[in-house]
Each structure stands twice: as structure tokens, then as C-alpha cells.
């Protein structure tokens, strides 16, 4: 049963006219870190948030409270696929709904601005139109789970130095027909039924205050009726966020909202008139959800879609999002004629299967790409290579750790058993521990060495503390933050490292204690975040990269897997670099000496540099692909699978070739000058190096030729029906994504050579042709003009594999 409009209306409207100024407030101010208060005596319960995009983490960030990890947004836009997006949609309301999550902070529709963005991981693409239709895809699937999105981050947050003030200037028509462009398509189609703002300013006023682009253009000229939550400690103005058309200031309980807006009201600064509408907004969102008495849910219990296998899920959308960037032939593999493999790579044991910052998850299991592939084929020798973790990796395995906390006096509050040295409350802490009481948290274990040895012990976090191994002191002392970042503790915390030798088989004690934070600052709730890191001896870089080079020259085949790491590749800081870290390319390189038959799984979140590239076999990029990692790659390493991912972004051969790369404000602003010319735009319209891969590249295990193309006039609002014949004309079935772009002849104003205007993926048996058919929505030949004016003239429509690859084109004519 769906609950009409009207009926929220009206329950909005009772619920309202009950409520006084000082409950109106609370309800726009976040409770804790991750809720809104309840307000029983209208029969409103608890809204609970929680991050987005690749899994529902919810209140707790720890292990102990798993969730489904999915490939991250970059691998879901990979496959363009809207289809496969709302499904993963569903999943997440699935998820959610177990988790008593009723409002889910993603997806991030940002833009690939530049490649050295660290959330670029965490945004879909370069090209408006396809995050529009990812996007549109994921959160039409939330939504049909009866739960709530909040788009982020609106708008120009596309990358991270100084994310909290810096200020971005972009014309009216780059921010229309670019950054605006998703979050006007996802909600005006799909209905959000929240958008959260961003950290950043928007030509000189910060989002939480953006009178203009939130009141004026999303609420206003889009229609958009859900909820505008801040981003965490984004809104510090209690009458600039009111009257910029905040709603919701996140988290709690301190924020500039709750009691400062009920005197701000009382004191004539905001007029009540306002309070009521972000009001309004809260009720219909949490009437949408099914927390207001008398008004819903929108989507009732019996109507919920059809319950989703999350790891099915997560592995077949990994396998449809790589990227196959080479084959000289050698994939797929045939296992039955293979008799050693060598498997190479810290990632392959240790693959990265998620983003760092607030899009981690914690997954109960997670396949590496070494346990995928040894399940599937013959003889598998692994040689780590380079490892080019810069930070030691959480003590694991045999430590038995787990977690005391004290009072000042001693006292035990309570223990907690952990999975790993990473040591992690935000928000709650574990039951029975009272946080006014707390003084300090051990994470303490004993450790029987395998190896004999210089093993390595690690302190990372922001703050007080002593680290005690086999009975001596090795540091106490502190840890200052490394950035001004307030989430620094949390996404990139300083390091300490000490040596100690130990014998093998001799148990040791190991224990770090950390002083918490100062009382004052506890109303926040927990903010404990620290690890206790653990490296075994290793033999010396040269060996490691010696030895894989012999594993591989007496292998059939070589696999190896190289990637970024949480240091390089987060949210929290943008990436100084595009080469891969460590010593990788040198070991692909003396591995694919060793072995003709190499081939490279990339295991990065956005682009990074392949100098080797034409050296070995193949190239598959995996992105991060989440939990099933491994059983994905084994699929598509073996040809059960097609990697079916088309890039989403524009690879450069080399971060100096890319025609946007830098990120730093200079004076506190960051100019985007080259206005619309961004991704395979701005590549396309400059003279220099080409990339190494386009927009749209990606190559799958079999061929296709493009036959036929027919355009035909459609009726408003959509400009062209284009029907395209293709047909596999390779030896296997496989699915291909058809891309249509547009190229206008009139050389004004200006406008890109090419750009997306529809897609649609097919699939086809060997020697099968097949048809599709695309609709060119008006907006593709409009531009921004202090309004969306239709540009008449001559087009073509050019429809290809990929932005730089069209196979047939015809003439549309277009009247003003
Ligand atoms: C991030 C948001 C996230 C929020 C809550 C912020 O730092 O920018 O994307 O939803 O934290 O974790």
C-alpha cells in the first residue's frame, strides 16, 4: 500500500501544530552523533543516519556490528548499469532496515575534477550525465526500501584540501550543466528525499548558508521537498544556516541549532515561518520512513521488494564493474590448462577492498583476490613483492587482543574483545561504560612470535600515550595531528614506530594504553580512535622483489596485484601523486621480464599511473571491489565472468598530462577556470598528450561491430529516439554498453566535441546482432544562459565504445 501525499501532509500538519519553538528546534539538531531526538507525544520516534555509499556502517564504527561491503561508487558507475545501481539500492535499504537506519548519507555525486581527489574513490565519474544516471539508479533503490538518501555533498566538493573553507568560484553555466547537473537529475526523477551540504563555500558563501543554491535553486526551482542535513559540523551560524535553508545541523548534541535557534527565533533574528518549514521537512521525511504515527510508512512492510542475497550482490556488481584495459589474448584463463600459478603482491593476500574515511564499512568476511583465485586454479605459489603499506597494518591474528576501560582510579569499567589492534569508538561506547567516568583504554594481548626476529610495533593516533612490549617501557608520551583537519585522528593519524627483537615461541605481553579526551569535551560523546600496528621481520625490499620474479618464471601464468593505499588514497586529504606507492612498478616490471604471460589486477579507486602498461598481457582494473574481491576475480580472471566495466573517468598516462590536476586554493579559492572542460572534455579539446585510456574505454572478452544507425525526431521533452545495430562478431557471448554522444557544429557558444547524452548495454550471443534504442532528453543540446536555452542547429550523433572510438554517426537538425 503506498501512503498518498496528501495523508503525510496532513499528519505533517497535525504533528506540527503540537509541537512548541523549544521542541521545534531540538528536532532540527542532531541528538547524538547519528540521530535526531524523538518526540513521543506525537508519536515521533528516533531518526537514525548512517554513512553511504558502499554499505550501511551504522552507529557503530567497529567491527563488531558487519555489514555488506559492496564495490565502491567509481567500480558502480564502472558498469553502467542504472539498473544494477537500484538493485544495490535495494540491498542498502535492506541493510539498513537491520540496522535501524532510516536515512543513508550517500551517494556522493561530486565530480573526477581532478584525479588527485582523495573521495574520487567515492564519486562516480567526470561526466555529468552518467553520475546522474548511477545516481538516479541507487537512490530510486534506497527509496523503494522505504528508506532515506541524503545526496552529498552539494555542491563542488570535488576535492579535499582545506574541504572545510575553501572557496569555490565556477561560472553559472560549469555549475548548471556539471556540478548541479546530477543532483538536479536525481532529484527531480527519483525524488530524493534528502541532500546533505557541503563542508566548502560556493562563490564566497559556505553551502550550509547558500541562500542562492539551496533556497533559490534546489528547494526552489527543483522542488525538492526532502530534508537538507549539514555535513558533520559543517553549519557554524545558527541565522546564516536558518536562512541559508538548512534544516537538520549534524551531529549532536552541539550544534548551532536546538536551543541557539529557539532564542534566535525569540530574539526576532530567524522568523518562526522558518522553523516550521524545516520542521515540516523532518516530519515528511520521518513519515516517509514510518517513524510518525498516523502517516505511513511510504512504503508499508508488505510492500517492501523482495529480499536481496548481499553477497550474490557484491559479487556478481564487482565482476560487472572491472575493467578490462588490455588483453593481448591471454585472459580469460583456462584453468585445466594451467599447472602453477604464481600469484604475486601485497594486495592479492591483503586486497583493498573499500575507501578510507566515512565510506568504510566492516564486512563479516572478505574474499582476497589470493584465496579467489587458489580456489579455482592449479597450484598457486604467492610472493608478496613489494609491500607499500607505509603504515604497519592493526596487530592481528595471534595477539588474542582485546580492550579495557578504566576510571581515573584504576577502575574497570568494562572489556571488550577486539578483531584487531584498530581500536575505534565514535559516538557509543560499549555497554555499561560510562563516558564521564572514563579515563583511559588498554588494548592489551599476548603475543607468541612464529618467527624470530626485529618485529615491528606501531602507535597510531592523535593524543596521550604508552605503549609497554614484553615488559618495557618503549614511548610515552604524545601524538600531535599531522593536518588541522578535525578528522585527522580519524582518516590519516600520525605513526610511531619501535623495533623490538624477539625469540620465537616465547610469549610476550603487549600493551598500549590511551589517555582520553579532556571531560569539557564529552558531551560530543566517544571520539577514541587509535591502533596498535604489528609488522613481522620481512626479508630486505630487493629479496621480496627477487623472489617474485623467480615465482614467476617458473609459473604459466603470473597474476599480480598492485594498488594504493589508506595513505595515498582516503577522504580527509587529496593525493600528491598518481604513481603507484612503493616499489610496484619495478616488481610488474622484473615480474613481466620473468614471465611473458603477466598479468596486472589494479586495485585503486581512480586513476594512477601504469608506465608498464604495454609490457605485459593484460591489465584488469578491480577498482575497490568490496567483499567478494576474490571470488569476482577468479570469475573474471577464468571467464565465468565478462568484466563488464567501462571506465567511468578519463586514465592519463601520466598525472602531468592531465589538463586539471591541482587542488590546492591559493588565498583560500579554488578557481575552476576551465569552466565546462573537464574529464574527456578537457582532453578532448587541447593539444597534448592523449590519455592512456578514455572515458567509456573497456574491453570485455569479445568483439563487437557497429551496423546500423537510425535517429528519429521524439516528442518534447525528449529530442531523438536513436536506434543502433550492433553485432558480436567474436567467439563468445558478451554484453556491450553502447554510448551515444552528441557533437554540435555551431561553434557558438562554446561547447565540448563530443559529450554523453544516453546509453544502453546489450547483450548478444557469438554472431548475434542486436538493437538498442536511446533517447536524447532535451537537456542535451541546451545550455546554461542565465536560463536553459535550446541551442538550434546542425548536430551529430556519434555513438561509439568510447569517447574517442565512434563507430557511426548521423546529422540531427534541431529548430529553435
Ligand atoms: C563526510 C560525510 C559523512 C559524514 C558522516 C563527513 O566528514 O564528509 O560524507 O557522511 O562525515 O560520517
Given at each position: 500500500m503506498q501512503i498518498e501525499a496528501m495523508e503525510i501532509e496532513s499528519a505533517v500538519d497535525k504533528a506540527l501544530a503540537r509541537l512548541d519553538l523549544a521542541t521545534k528546534a531540538s528536532l532540527l539538531a542532531g541528538k547524538d552523533v547519528w540521530s535526531l531526538p524523538a518526540v513521543p507525544e506525537i508519536g515521533l520516534?528516533?531518526?537514525?543516519?548512517?554513512?553511504?555509499?558502499?554499505?550501511?556502517?551504522?552507529?557503530?564504527?567497529?567491527?563488531?556490528?558487519?555489514?555488506?561491503?559492496?564495490?565502491?561508487?567509481?567500480?558502480?558507475?564502472a558498469t553502467w548499469d542504472?539498473?544494477?545501481?537500484?538493485r544495490v539500492g535495494r540491498l542498502l535499504a535492506q541493510e539498513a532496515r537491520r540496522k535501524g537506519v532510516h536515512l543513508l548519507l550517500a551517494p556522493t555525486v561530486n565530480l573526477h575534477r581532478s584525479p588527485r581527489g582523495g573521495r574520487h574513490f567515492e564519486a562516480y565519474s567526470e561526466d555529468p550525465f552518467l553520475t546522474g544516471r548511477i545516481g538516479v539508479g541507487y537512490v530510486a533503490g534506497v527509496q523503494d526500501g522505504g528508506v532515506g538518501v541524503t545526496v552529498k555533498h552539494y555542491v563542488a566538493n570535488d576535492s579535499e584540501t582545506d574541504r572545510?573553507?575553501?572557496?569555490?568560484r565556477a561560472s553559472d553555466r560549469a555549475l548548471r550543466e556539471l556540478y548541479l547537473a546530477p543532483f538536479e537529475a536525481i532529484v527531480r526523477e527519483a525524488g530524493a528525499w534528502g541532500v546533505m551540504t557541503a563542508y566548502n563555500k560556493v562563490d564566497g558563501t559556505t553551502m550550509t548558508e547558500h541562500d542562492g543554491l539551496v533556497n533559490g535553486v534546489l528547494k526552489g526551482e527543483w522542488g525538492f521537498d526532502g530534508v537538507n542535513v549539514s555535513d558533520w559540523t559543517a553549519a557554524r551560524d545558527t541565522v546564516g544556516a536558518a536562512l541559508g535553508g538548512l534544516d537538520v545541523a549534524m551531529p549532536g548534541p552541539r550544534t548551532v541549532f536546538g536551543e541557539a535557534l529557539a532564542r534566535a527565533v525569540e530574539e526576532g533574528r530567524v522568523p518562526l515561518t522558518v522553523v516550521d518549514e524545516a520542521c515540516r521537512r523532518v516530519l515528511r521525511l520521518a513519515a516517509r520512513v514510518g517513524l510518525l504515527a498516523g502517516a505511513g510508512p511510504v512504503v508499508a512492510p508488505e510492500a517492501l521488494p523482495e529480499p536481496v542475497d548481499g553477497e550474490g550482490l557484491a559479487?556478481?556488481?564487482?565482476?560487472?564493474?572491472?575493467?578490462?584495459?588490455?588483453?593481448d589474448g591471454l585472459l580469460p584463463l583456462d584453468p585445466g590448462r594451467l599447472t602453477r600459478v604464481a600469484v604475486i603482491g601485497a594486495a592479492a593476500a591483503e586486497a583493498r577492498v573499500l575507501g578510507g574515511g566515512s565510506a568504510q564499512v566492516f564486512p563479516e568476511r572478505v574474499v582476497s583476490p589470493l584465496d579467489g583465485l587458489r580456489a579455482v586454479l592449479p597450484e598457486v605459489t604467492y610472493a608478496v613483492g613489494a609491500d607499500p603499506r607505509t603504515k604497519l597494518a592493526p596487530a592481528a591474528g595471534d595477539f588474542g587482543l582485546h580492550a579495557v576501560f578504566r576510571a581515573a582510579d584504576g577502575t574497570v569499567l568494562g572489556t571488550q574483545p577486539l578483531q584487531d589492534g584498530s581500536a575505534r569508538w565514535l559516538g557509543d561506547l560499549p555497554d555499561g561504560v560510562d563516558l564521564a567516568a572514563l579515563d583511559s583504554v588498554e588494548v592489551a594481548g599476548e603475543f607468541t612470535p612464529a618467527i624470530a626476529g626485529t618485529h615491528r610495533f606501531g602507535i597510531a593516533g592523535v593524543g596521550d600515550y604508552r605503549l609497554v612490549v614484553d615488559g618495557v617501557e618503549r614511548f610515552a608520551g604524545r601524538l600531535e595531528a599531522d593536518s588541522d583537519d578535525p578528522g585527522a585522528a580519524l582518516l590519516n593519524p600520525p605513526e610511531l614506530r619501535f623495533d623490538v627483537d624477539l625469540s620465537s615461541g616465547r610469549p610476550v605481553q603487549v600493551s598500549l594504553t590511551h589517555r582520553v579526551a579532556r571531560a569539557e569535551d564529552r558531551d560530543e560523546g566517544a571520539f577514541i580512535t587509535f591502533r596498535?600496528?604489528?609488522?613481522?621481520?620481512?626479508?630486505?625490499?630487493?629479496?621480496?622483489?627477487?623472489?617474485?620474479?623467480?615465482?614467476?618464471?617458473?609459473?604459466?601464468?603470473?597474476?599480480?596485484?598492485?594498488?594504493?593505499?589508506?595513505?595515498?588514497?582516503?577522504?580527509?586529504?587529496?593525493r600528491s601523486s598518481l604513481a603507484l606507492p612503493g616499489r610496484q612498478d619495478e616488481l610488474v616490471r622484473k615480474v613481466a621480464a620473468a614471465n611473458a604471460r603477466t598479468v596486472v589486477v589494479v586495485n585503486a579507486g581512480s586513476p594512477v599511473e601504469m608506465p608498464w602498461r604495454d609490457e605485459v598481457a593484460a591489465v584488469l582494473l578491480v577498482w575497490f571491489p568490496g567483499q567478494e574481491a576474490g571470488a569476482a576475480l577468479a570469475d573474471v580472471l577464468t571467464g565465468v565472468a565478462e568484466p563488464g566495466g567501462r571506465l567511468p573517468t578519463t586514465w592519463p598516462v601520466a598525472a602531468a598530462d592531465c589538463p586539471i590536476l591541482d587542488v590546492e586554493p591559493v588565498d583560500g579559492v579554488l578557481a575552476y577556470d576551465e569552466g565546462i572542460f573537464i574529464g574527456y572534455r578537457a582532453w578532448q579539446r587541447r593539444e597534448g598528450p592523449a590519455p592512456a585510456y578514455w572515458f567509456g574505454h573497456g574491453l570485455g572478452y569479445t568483439d563487437w561491430s557497429y551496423d546500423t544507425?537510425?535517429?528519429?525526431?521524439?516528442?518534447?521533452p525528449d529530442l531523438a529516439e536513436v536506434t543502433v545495430g550492433v553485432r558480436n562478431t567474436g567467439t563468445r557471448a558478451g554484453r556491450e554498453v553502447v554510448q551515444v554522444y552528441l557533437a554540435a557544429e555551431a561553434p557558438e557558444p562554446e561547447r565540448p566535441a563530443r559529450w554523453l547524452t544516453g546509453f544502453a548495454s546489450v547483450s548478444a550471443a557469438p554472431g548475434e546482432a542486436a538493437e538498442v534504442t536511446v533517447t536524447v532528453p532535451r537537456r542535451a543540446a541546451e545550455v546554461w544562459d542565465d536560463g536553459w536555452t535550446l541551442v538550434p542547429g546542425t548536430y551529430r550523433v556519434e555513438v561509439g565504445r568510447n569517447a574517442a572510438d565512434v563507430r557511426v554517426t548521423a546529422p540531427l537538425a534541431l529548430g529553435s
Open positions: 520516534k528516533s531518526l537514525v543516519m548512517s554513512d553511504g555509499p558502499i554499505g550501511v556502517r551504522g552507529t557503530r564504527w567497529t567491527p563488531d556490528d558487519p555489514s555488506i561491503a559492496l564495490p565502491s561508487p567509481t567500480a558502480l558507475a542504472p539498473e544494477l545501481a537500484r572545510f573553507t575553501v572557496d569555490v559479487r556478481e556488481a564487482a565482476s560487472r564493474s572491472f575493467v578490462l584495459l588490455r588483453n596498535l600496528g604489528h609488522a613481522t621481520p620481512t626479508p630486505p625490499a630487493d629479496a621480496l622483489i627477487e623472489q617474485a620474479a623467480a615465482a614467476a618464471g617458473t609459473a604459466d601464468v603470473a597474476i599480480v596485484v598492485v594498488g594504493t593505499t589508506e595513505e595515498v588514497e582516503s577522504e580527509g586529504f587529496d544507425i537510425d535517429v528519429r525526431p521524439a516528442s518534447d
